[in-house]
């Protein structure tokens, strides 16, 4: 009995010491990824199910002009992008508060 309660001991441990560390390398966007100032949360691209937020009107229209490298660049730096609303378990295209698409804000 003790041994198990050891083992159980030992391995919520290790699950705990894992789940710290992933969350540590885990870093929200705090920054635009053209400029590098604080992001507005009115200002965003939704791109490949992921919602990017920039400081800026021009950022998004640069940020389209090559994603997949600003994409890359924030993947290298661990920042983790929240999920866009249509991609979100449950929401499918169509699915917003209103029932609208997001092409149609």
């Known amino acids: 009995m003790m041994r198990t309660l050891r083992v159980l001991a030992v391995l919520s441990a290790v699950f705990f010491f894992f789940g710290v560390l992933s969350a540590a ?3 929200k966007q705090e920054k635009c990824p053209i400029m590098g100032y604080k ?3 009115k ?4 791109y490949q199910g992921k919602r990017i937020y ?3 009107g021009s950022c998004p229209e640069t940020f389209m002009k090559d994603p997949d490298a600003y994409m890359e660049k924030m993947r290298e730096e661990g920042i983790t992008l929240e999920d866009s609303p249509d ?16 092409d149609a804000r």
Do not use: N
Not at 93 to 102: A, H, Q, V
């Open 54 to 56: 920039f400081c800026c």
């Open 25 to 27: 390398a885990e870093v």
């Open 43 to 46: 200002l965003f691209v939704d």
């Open 87 to 102: 991609t979100a378990p449950g929401k499918g295209p169509g699915d917003g508060p209103r029932g609208d698409s997001k």
């Open 39 to 41: 992001p507005s949360e």
